[in-house]
Structure formats: structure tokens, C-alpha cells
């Protein structure tokens, strides 16, 4: 045979596109050409195949070699082609026999000695593979990663391994669940908070209905604290929810059980002289960035206003829509970004005099104006955190609620949530959100007032409806007045912030 097919994949963002490894050995000078648009560490595979190749006893064809990748316009980066090319160069020469290679598909780096080495962003191109019903051949490097996925994924970590394999000489063994699947994280336990009923309640809330969150109030109040806790007593995440935050885990180059563990809720927190694309992504080759890294969990950002303004707008539009599109010269790559905004900020870098005066002095309105009102406008809940009254923070020897215990009252808010609609509040467009809630005469009129009290955007307005129907679930009840009434109490804190941003 002077021609083989087989199978690879791309990595696009956390989509994994099929690319199709074609080799042709024709008569003519020694040579290797690799065509289909590759990156100079694809160029360069071809004297890492040669080498791996002759060091794993098989003979490297000394005619000439044409390997083509398509689609020829997609481009192709990275070690991940180097087994495709090499098990295509040893079924062009004729050194695998009559084998069906379209069953599979292979995913590795070679070594010179013919190892197999692990390749990042594997998970979705083994998601990929299993929907196709082809087995995947990979790296022993990526053997747990791939084990996340239903199916017969097969690793192996010499290229000797694979051809036995092909051959039915013996057989590669299968990816199984490791243990650190398993792993429970401790997380911080919200029994640790003294006083700040107010701030628990949002934080519950929160979690409850998936809404973004504003803490305000001064330094050492528990801001940071009590926004760390928010993981442990969000609802547990569902099979494809921790596989779609595994695929951007591992499109990032993070390890499982290292960086991050499975089922675990993500919680970032950049630091304030973070750049736009270390938020939501980039480079030529892109990245996913904090906001991405985000998904399905928490990004919390301290000290709000010393973020540049600049960098805090490129978050509206995700905040949105739940996804980051990043366009280059390369193309264009979509990663998933449905994260909750927690954030924490001092209204003033001077002392803290209280009142709200003080959110109106020249100081104040000086710091807040480095925020946006359509940014303020996209937080659902804006809650102030005053400093403890002293007999608080010295004497209160009982702890607070635990996690466990308000975690049960979330998952059973979201399981309502879930029953009704499938997704959570926060995901709810204004039309469901009006039909759900069905206000009655007297409460259109209550909320037509506050609206204008108030001075809220339409957005705004849709958002007051999702925290109330949050409420209600808490509740396991309607909604109700009160908790229309308790859903304005947040956003009563933006308009004061507002004022001074727009002053």
C-alpha cells in the first residue's frame, strides 16, 4: 500500500475538529513534506516520526513521502499529529498489513525513541471521538483525562505498544476512572463568618439563582471572606456541567487533580493588574483567560475600582451571553464563560466615616467614577458589609450556619428551578421570567413605582424578577410582594453608586 487514511484531531478552542492524516509514498528522491497548513512544531515532526519510527525496529521508507492534513485550512499546531503521521507512514510502506486504521484515531508527541508523550486539551478531542464511535489511541500521560469520557479509549506510552495493538498482538489497556475523580475538596465553611447576616443571606441567594454579586463596605469586613465561602454552598454541578468546565480545565493546560478536581466549582481571583486578555482570553494562539477558567463557578475580583475600566468593560458582554468570542488573523474560537461575578470594593480609598454621606463625598465619587453604570447594572445584587460592632467580633462564641446546612436549601431552590425550566433563574429570558411570576394588578403598580423610585433599566428590572423568583424558591412558594420587596432592597446600594459614577 502506497496510500493511508487515518484519523486526528485538531483543538480549536474547546472544540476538537476531525482532521484526516493522509500519507503517499511515490517513487522519487528521499524526502518528507507535510502540506494543510502546519505550524512550525508540525513542520518539525517530521524528523521526530524518522527518529521514532527507526528506534522502534521499523524501517523509515527512503522514497518520497507526501503527508497531507485536512482540511487544508484549518491550522494545525502543536506535537498532537506526530503518532497520526507516524502509524500513516508505516501503513503507507506496507509495515502494518492489511489493518482497518478508520476505526480509530491516534492523538500524541513522539519522542525520538518512539515514547509517547502527553499533549494538552485532550479531553475534548476524546468527547469528540466517542460521539464519532471511533476508538482513540493516546498518550498514558492523558490516561485519566480521557477516562472522563464513556468509551473504549485505549493509552499506550511507546509507539511499539500501538503497532502491537493495530496487529493483534496484544492488547493497549483501557482508560478507567482514577480515584482522583473522587477527590472531596474541603472548602471553606461559612460557620467561620461572625455578624453579616445580610451578606450570608446574599450569598445564599446567589447561589440559589446563579446571580452576580456586589459586596461594599470598607477594609476588613469580611468582603473577601465571606465571598471565598460562595463555593460551598453552590448546588452540585451535573455530569455535563463538570465536563464542560474539565474541557476548558484541560484546553488550558491545567491538571486534574493538581490544578483542579472533578465536580469542583471553580473559583478564580485575579489580581487587579490584570490586562483584558488575561480576563477573557487571547494571544495568537487563543487561550482561554480568567472568565473562561471561570465556568460554572466563581470569578471574584477584589478591590473593583482599581481594575482599569477598560479591562472591567470587556465583561458585560459575557456576563450577557455566557460565552467569549475572540477573533484573530488565525480565525475565530468561542469559549464557554457562564460564570458568577462576585466582587468586592471600598466606596472610598479614604477612612471610613459611614452614612450615606459618605458615599457622596468628593473622594468617594472620585474612586467609584473608575466604574461604569452599565457594568453596576449587570450585578443583581449590591450589598453593603459594615464593619462588626466590637461586642460582635470579641464575644460571639457561637459559630454561624454551616455550609452543609444552607447548601441543602440551595439544592432544593435549584431542584425547583430545574423542575420548572432546566437551567437556573439567572438563565431565564424576560418573557419566561414575566410569564413564571405572573404579577397581579397591585404588583405591577408596586413595581411601576419602585422602577421610577429607583431609576432602573430594563435590564435591571428583568434581573429584580430573577432574584425575587429565586426568593420564592427559597421559600417554595409564588412570588410574592415580599419578595419583590427584598429583591429591591439589593439594588437600593446601585442606585448611591450609580449617583456617584454618573455625578
Known amino acids: 500500500m502506497s496510500l493511508a487514511t487515518i484519523y486526528g484531531r485538531a483543538r480549536v478552542g474547546v472544540a476538537s475538529p476531525l482532521v484526516t492524516v493522509e500519507t503517499h509514498i511515490s517513487n522519487g528522491l528521499p524526502s518528507l513534506n507535510i502540506v494543510g497548513l502546519p505550524e512550525a512544531a508540525v513542520r518539525e515532526s517530521k524528523d521526530r516520526v524518522r527518529s521514532a519510527i527507526i528506534n522502534s525496529c521499523f524501517e523509515f521508507p527512503t522514497r518520497r513521502v507526501t503527508i497531507n492534513l485536512a ?24 509495515q502494518l498489513g492489511d489493518v482497518n486504521l478508520r476505526v480509530f484515531e491516534f492523538i500524541g508527541e513522539l519522542a525520538l525513541s518512539g515514547e509517547i508523550r502527553g499533549v494538552p486539551g485532550l479531553l475534548p478531542s476524546a468527547i469528540a471521538c466517542h460521539e464519532s464511535g471511533r476508538q482513540l489511541i493516546l498518550p498514558a500521560d492523558n490516561q485519566y483525562e480521557a477516562a472522563l469520557v464513556e468509551g473504549d479509549s485505549v493509552f499506550a506510552s511507546q509507539l511499539t505498544q500501538v503497532t502491537a495493538h493495530l496487529l493483534k498482538l496484544s492488547q493497549l489497556p483501557t482508560c478507567v476512572n482514577d480515584p482522583i475523580k473522587k477527590t472531596i475538596v474541603n472548602h471553606k465553611d461559612m460557620k467561620d463568618v461572625k455578624g453579616q447576616y ?16 456586589l459586596f461594599i463596605g470598607p477594609a476588613g469586613t469580611g468582603k473577601t471572606m465571606l465571598a471565598s465561602r460562595l463555593p460551598s454552598i453552590m448546588p452540585a454541578m451535573t455530569e ?24 469542583e466549582r471553580p473559583f ?12 477573557v482570553g487571547g494571544g495568537s494562539i487563543p487561550k482561554p483567560g480568567e472568565a473562561s477558567l471561570a465556568h460554572c463557578g466563581v470569578l471574584f475580583l477584589d478591590e473593583l475600582p482599581e481594575f482599569d475600566r477598560k479591562v472591567l468593560e470587556v465583561l458585560r458582554e459575557p456576563l450577557e451571553s455566557g460565552e467569549v468570542h475572540i477573533s484573530r488573523a488565525r ?23 459611614g452614612g450615606q454621606d459618605y458615599y457622596q463625598s468628593s473622594a468617594s465619587q472620585k474612586y467609584l467614577k473608575k466604574l461604569s453604570a452599565p457594568f453596576l447594572d449587570r450585578i443583581d445584587l449590591h450589598v453593603e458589609v459594615p464593619p462588626l460592632p466590637s461586642s460582635v467580633l470579641v464575644n460571639a462564641q457561637e459559630e454561624g450556619e454551616s455550609s452543609v446546612a444552607i447548601r441543602q436549601r440551595v439544592e432544593q431552590a435549584v431542584a425547583r428551578q430545574r423542575a420548572r425550566q432546566g437551567v437556573q433563574n439567572a438563565q431565564l429570558s424576560g418573557r419566561q421570567l414575566e410569564s413564571i411570576c405572573a404579577l397581579n394588578e397591585e404588583d405591577k403598580a408596586f413595581m411601576q413605582q419602585a422602577l421610577e423610585t429607583l431609576k432602573l433599566s430594563a435590564r435591571a428590572y428583568h434581573r429584580v424578577l430573577k432574584v ?36
Open 71 to 94: 482540511p487544508a485550512d484549518l491550522p494545525k499546531e502543536g506535537g498532537r499529529y506526530d503518532l497520526a503521521i507516524a502509524i500513516s507512514v508505516l501503513a503507507a510502506s506496507g
Open 198 to 213: 445580610q451578606a450570608r443571606r446574599a450569598l445564599e441567594v446567589a447561589a440559589a439563582g446563579g446571580h452576580n454579586l
Open 240 to 263: 455535563s456541567e463538570a465536563l464542560e468546565v474539565a474541557s476548558v480545565q484541560s484546553v488550558a493546560g491545567r491538571k486534574m487533580g493538581v490544578d483542579w478536581h472533578w465536580s
Open 268 to 279: 478564580r481571583s485575579p489580581h487587579h493588574s490584570s490586562s483584558a486578555a488575561a480576563l
Open 331 to 353: 480565525g475565530q474560537v468561542t469559549f464557554p464563560a457562564r460564570f458568577q461575578l462576585v466582587a468586592a470594593m471600598n466606596a472610598s480609598n479614604e477612612a471610613y466615616t
Open 468 to 503: 425575587a423568583l429565586t426568593l420564592a424558591d427559597l421559600n417554595g412558594t409564588e412570588v410574592m410582594r415580599a419578595h419583590l420587596m427584598e429583591s429591591l432592597s439589593y439594588r437600593k446600594m446601585e442606585k448611591t453608586l450609580v449617583g456617584a459614577v454618573t455625578n
